[in-house]
């Protein structure tokens, strides 16, 4: 074969298309909308596996809030509860001259004022299943600047 042979070979290789305006136009929106529906069907798919994952990570936070307020958990809750209304009634009587609660003095006492808030907040808190303990905690440090962070001594 020569070279004619060759150069017809080549020709047949690089075809050409003739297209007026409108049809690339066409084509060209032929061509978005199916990877639009490509894209589409992806979106759609991961949102799915999204919904998949937020719905488990409710379960799994349901889950471990039953397992705190259930059983020995709870018992272990109330003992710290306990703890936590002790610790600073103890710190404002003994460290800031606050008077114990005394029978003459109970109801007009500001420490047995102190305990009856801290009881109400921390029931509050406790009594609603759609309270995340975690995020009054972050709000509390957000506007008063306290917060508990243990340190090994």
């Given amino acids: 074969m020569g070279k004619k042979g060759e150069a017809m070979r080549a020709a047949k290789a690089q075809t050409y298309i003739t297209m ?18 490509t894209v589409g069907r992806e979106l759609e798919r991961r949102a799915r596996e999204l919904d998949d994952q937020m719905q488990d990570h409710v379960r799994e936070e349901w889950q471990k809030r039953e397992e705190l307020f259930g059983g020995t ?21 003994e460290r800031f001259g606050w008077p114990a609660v005394t029978g003459r003095n ?20 406790t009594s609603d299943d759609t309270k995340d ?21």
Avoid at 106 to 121: H, I, P
């Fill in 73 to 93: 958990h709870r018992d272990n809750l109330m003992t710290i509860l306990q703890l936590l209304l002790a610790v600073p009634s103890r710190i404002l009587i």
């Fill in 133 to 153: 303990i975690r995020a009054y905690c972050d709000e509390v440090f957000d506007l008063y600047g306290v917060r508990f962070e243990y340190k090994e001594e």
């Fill in 20 to 37: 007026t305006k409108e049809q690339m136009q066409a084509h060209d929106r032929e061509l978005l909308a199916r990877y639009r529906e």
């Fill in 106 to 125: 109970a109801s007009r006492c500001r420490t047995a004022r102190f305990a009856d808030l801290m009881v109400e907040e921390i029931n509050s808190i």
